[in-house]
């Protein structure tokens, strides 16, 4: 008998501590912290996390909605698909703010103001999130991410009792405008979102819509209250680690505009030879076929092929034709179908109707495509007279 009672109470114990190790003392809080954007492209936009801190139970550790694995199966073809699978990951509080330290990248953090009966829901909900079978979502860059999840998860605790009051500092936006704040538009990150995400995210943002954006989580928290009280949302706001000033090296040599103008004044320099000469460069038609081709290729299977929602209605396709690649026969031919004349004539009409969509506010594009659209434009033009004096 006594066997047995022992064996109970130990039973109820190896069941019970697991779980009391999970109640949240009077003395904890909860923050939000906002990381500042690194110097990579990945790391531009920032990042979001909690932190559950306890005195009392030794408990101060983070939680954050930013992890993935480069190892995983189809990494890549799954990021191509707008299929990544992103999960909810777990760090001790100081080896976290070190990392981010390390980097040089100011931390900020905010408690949120909280009753000790929503501080334990908010707990529970990360807990069970954290299980393997739960911790895992898609992730989808302008709704769902490491920082709406940090908004998601506060406004459960709060029985979606928040109201998010817009900052001072609110201006209306275009998602792409909301992006490009965090970029040098003179450079390739810049230049690739601009090409591969399409007019979609030229509509204007929501205020709620702009916490797509660590950084506005800390704004919007900052003036967010509580429904049906006179309490702020936070507390408190305090600066963990602050960024040391260091110098911004010249990046302009290697930047698109000027690797991409010095491109385009070369395409120039050969059609006004080619020009003089009265003749074709037909080596330089098929590359400039090839690679519009090949990326209007792109774009369409980006649009139609995956699952990414920001690649739609792209119209960068007005000047990366996928026909292009399928037509480069035509520039080897001494003379050609006058169907293909036609066609550089709608190559021309297409980049006139792209400088269109551009004034209009239709669609913003790369400013580093500049050079490359001009000699495009001259180049196609040419090239209706070259073949017009020769069919």
């Not at 030229?202 to 049906?228: G, Q, R, V």
């Not at 034709?321 to 031919?333: E, K, M, T, V």
């Amino acid at each position: 008998m006594y066997k047995i009672l022992l064996f109970s109470f130990l039973f109820l114990f190896v069941e019970i501590s697991p779980a009391q190790e999970n109640i949240l003392s009077p003395k904890a809080e909860i923050s939000a912290l906002t990381i500042a954007p690194g110097a990579s492209l990945n790391d531009a936009f920032g990042h979001n996390a909690f932190r559950i801190k306890d005195p009392l139970n030794n408990l101060d550790k983070t939680f954050d909605y930013g992890r993935f694995d480069f190892e995983a199966p189809n990494f890549y073809l799954n990021f191509a698909r707008g299929k990544l699978n992103y999960s909810l990951g777990t760090s001790n509080y100081y080896d976290f703010l070190n990392f981010y330290a390390r980097q040089n990248r100011t931390v900020k953090e905010q408690v949120i103001n909280l009753s000790q009966e929503e501080k334990q829901k908010l707990y529970d909900f990360l807990i069970n999130n954290y299980k393997p079978e739960n911790r895992g979502y898609l992730y989808d860059f302008f709704f769902d991410n490491c920082a709406t999840k940090i908004k998601d998860v506060a406004n459960i605790s709060l029985n979606n009792n928040i109201t998010f009051n817009t900052p001072e500092t609110y201006k209306e936006a275009s998602f792409r405008t909301l992006i490009q704040n965090n970029l040098n538009r003179n450079s390739w990150g810049s230049l690739g979102i601009d090409i591969c995400l399409g007019s979609v995210i030229d509509k204007n943002a929501t205020a709620e819509e702009h916490m797509f954006l660590p950084e506005n989580i800390y704004k919007f928290f900052a003036n967010a209250s509580i429904k049906n009280s006179n309490k702020s949302l936070v507390k408190e706001s305090r600066v963990l680690y602050s960024k040391k000033e260091t110098q911004k090296p010249n990046t302009f040599f290697t930047s698109p505009l000027f690797l991409l103008g010095l491109i385009g004044g070369i395409i120039l320099f050969i059609t006004y030879r080619d020009f003089k000469n009265k003749k074709q460069s037909v080596w330089l038609d098929t590359a400039l076929f090839s690679i519009t081709g090949i990326i209007g290729i792109l774009l369409l299977l980006l649009w139609f092929a995956t699952d990414h929602k920001g690649t739609h209605q792209n119209y960068n396709l007005l000047w990366a034709c996928a026909l292009n690649i399928f037509i480069i026969r035509q520039l080897f031919r001494k003379k050609v179908n006058t169907w293909f004349i036609k066609y550089l004539k709608l190559l021309i009409i297409l980049l006139c109707l792209l400088t269109l969509h551009w004034i209009i506010g239709v669609q913003v594009f790369a400013i580093g495509l500049i050079p490359i659209l001009i000699a495009l434009f001259f180049r196609y033009f040419y090239l209706i007279s070259y073949y017009n004096k020769i069919k």
